[in-house]
C-alpha cells in the first residue's frame, strides 16, 4: 500500500524556528521555493540512463531496451545528447549523427537574441505554472519525519481534495493522484516522491491512457553540499496507446556523474554525497 501508517503526528510538528508548523504551510512554502529546484539545475551537467521494460500478458519481462544521455548546457540550458544504447556507445555513424545535431543547435543558440532567450524562460515557467495549483488540489497530513540523504525530511500525505477545479489543464491529473512527499526541512526541496494513480489519466488529446494502479518513485540526492539534484525515478504503468495497443512497462531512470558546469565552458567534478 502506498499511503502507510501514520506515525502518531495529525496536522503539526514543531517548526524550525520554534513554533508549530502544519502540513498545507509546508507545502505552499514548498512551492513558492521551488520545489525541485529546477533553475538551479542549468549550474550542472550530468548523465541519464533510461531502462525500459515490457512484460507481457503472464508477467514476464518481453523486452528491455536503455538510452543513455549526456546533459549539458549549451547556451545557459540543458540539452541532451544521445551517447550510449543498451549499454554500448553508439555506432560511429549514430554518434556523428548527435555531434551534427548538438553543434547545429549550439550555433542556434549562441545566435539567440535577448528576446529570443526571454521568450523561452517565459514557455518554461509557463509549463510549469500548474504546480502552484498543488496546494490547493489536495488535502495534507504530516506523518513524521524521516531523514533523506543524510537531511531531515518532513513526511506529508496527499488525497486529492473534492470539489478541486483546476485552473490549468496539467493540473487536472492531481484529481486522480495520491502520494507522500518528503520535503526536506532546510530548505523545503521535494527530496522523496511516492505517488499512485487512482484513476484513468489521458494524455495526447486521450490518446495515451494511464490505468489505475500506475506508480511513481521519485528521489534526490544532495550534491556537493550545496543543491538536491534527481538520482532516481521509477514508474510501473499499464497503459494503452492509441486506445488500441496494450502496454505494461516499467521504466528505470538513473541519473550520475554530475558535473558543475562553469560559465568559463570549464567543467569542474565535485563530490556526491549520499
Known amino acids: 500500500m502506498l499511503l502507510g501508517?501514520?506515525?502518531?503526528v495529525r496536522g503539526q510538528v514543531s517548526g524550525g524556528l520554534g513554533g508549530e508548523i502544519d502540513a498545507l504551510s509546508i507545502i505552499r512554502r514548498s512551492v513558492e521555493r521551488d520545489w525541485t529546484d529546477f533553475t538551479a539545475r542549468?549550474?550542472?551537467?550530468y548523465q541519464q540512463e533510461i531502462v525500459e521494460r515490457q512484460r507481457n500478458r503472464e508477467g514476464k519481462i518481453a523486452h528491455t531496451g536503455s538510452q543513455t544521455h549526456e546533459i549539458m548546457i549549451l547556451g545557459g540550458r540543458p540539452y541532451e545528447r544521445l551517447i550510449a544504447k543498451d549499454g554500448k556507445p553508439l555506432p560511429a555513424k549514430e554518434a556523428q549523427k548527435e555531434q551534427s545535431e548538438l553543434d547545429r543547435e549550439l550555433a542556434k543558440r549562441q545566435h539567440e537574441s535577448p528576446a529570443e532567450r526571454?521568450?523561452?524562460?517565459?514557455?518554461r515557467a509557463d509549463e510549469r505554472r500548474f504546480?502552484?495549483?498543488?496546494?490547493?488540489?489536495?488535502?495534507?497530513?504530516?506523518?513524521?519525519s524521516e531523514t533523506v540523504s543524510g537531511q531531515p525530511a518532513w513526511?506529508?500525505?496527499?488525497?486529492?481534495?473534492?470539489?478541486?477545479r483546476p485552473k490549468r489543464s496539467a493540473a487536472r491529473m492531481f484529481q486522480k493522484v495520491r502520494a507522500?512527499?518528503?520535503?526536506?526541512?532546510?530548505?523545503?526541496?521535494?527530496?522523496?516522491?511516492?505517488?499512485q494513480v487512482l484513476d484513468t489519466l489521458s494524455f495526447g488529446l486521450g490518446l495515451f491512457r494511464v490505468a489505475p494502479g500506475a506508480s511513481l518513485h521519485f528521489?534526490?540526492?544532495r550534491v556537493n553540499d550545496e543543491i538536491w539534484l534527481p538520482s532516481t525515478v521509477e514508474v510501473q504503468a499499464d497503459a494503452r496507446l492509441?486506445?488500441?495497443?496494450?502496454?505494461?512497462a516499467e521504466v528505470d531512470i538513473r541519473y550520475s556523474g554530475y558535473k558543475k558546469f562553469q560559465s568559463e565552458s570549464r567543467i569542474e567534478s565535485v563530490a556526491e554525497t549520499q
Open 180 to 195: 507522500r512527499i518528503w520535503i526536506e526541512q532546510g530548505t523545503y526541496h521535494w527530496v522523496k516522491l511516492d505517488a
Open 118 to 123: 526571454t521568450k523561452v524562460e517565459r514557455q
Open 131 to 144: 504546480i502552484r495549483e498543488i496546494p490547493d488540489a489536495f488535502t495534507f497530513r504530516m506523518t513524521g
Open 242 to 248: 492509441a486506445l488500441l495497443k496494450k502496454l505494461r
Open 5 to 8: 501508517a501514520s506515525c502518531g
Open 219 to 221: 528521489e534526490q540526492i
Open 155 to 164: 513526511v506529508i500525505e496527499a488525497e486529492p481534495k473534492p470539489g478541486f
Open 42 to 45: 542549468t549550474n550542472y551537467t
